[in-house]
């Protein structure tokens, strides 16, 4: 077995054991009477959130938060819906979809996940930086004004003020200032 299946084998085996063994039938009932005001529902969190932790380690806190508010809530949605299997059936995949999502995002071995998200990341800020290289291009003196508006706006949304601050060098003295000015309202 991978590293990565052992993971989420470790995350599964969790929520079988406080969603199964761990919870007796007097916190369900609590639940299902008092619902979201009944402090069994949240200590049943708190022990599904501890246990992962104790399987995969307190290195995925943030996976282990995810959990534990994401088991409040989804057993406090099923505890406002009748006892039938599908209910039950519906809660199961709700908490088998945040493990699998957990492990896709945070899980050793997932790589190919987290060079995807790296990747569409680059992209996204690459269109969000579209409109303002667009914006300062000069065309037919509309240069100042595009430019120093696309500028601002640059410097506002980029990660590394740096950066566009190298784009002074080029650009008309009252360019420069517009561009000065707006720096000190941005910082």
Partial sequence: ??????????LVLAHLLTDFVFQPSGWVEDR???????ARL?????????????FIGWAYWLVVSIILVTHIFIDG????????????????????????V??????????VIRD?????????HNWVMMPTRVLHMPVNGLEL?????SLSWCCKINIRPSDCWLRLKGLS????????RSRRSIW
Wanted: hydrophobic share 45%.
């Fill in 42 to 54: 949240y200590l049943h969190g708190l022990v599904t959130a501890i246990v992962a932790c104790l």
């Fill in 173 to 180: 003295a009252s360019m420069k200032r517009t561009a000065r």
């Fill in 145 to 149: 004004q595009s430019g120093s508006l």
């Fill in 77 to 100: 949605w099923k505890s406002y819906r009748p006892k039938k299997i599908r209910y039950f059936l519906i809660d199961q995949l709700l908490h088998l979809a945040v493990t699998a």
């Fill in 32 to 38: 299902s009477e008092k619902h979201f005001a009944s």
């Fill in 116 to 124: 995807f998200i790296h990747r569409w990341n680059g992209y996204l």
């Fill in 1 to 10: 077995m991978t590293t990565g299946a052992v993971w989420l084998t470790k």
């Fill in 102 to 111: 957990c492990w896709g995002i945070s899980g050793p071995d997932t790589a």
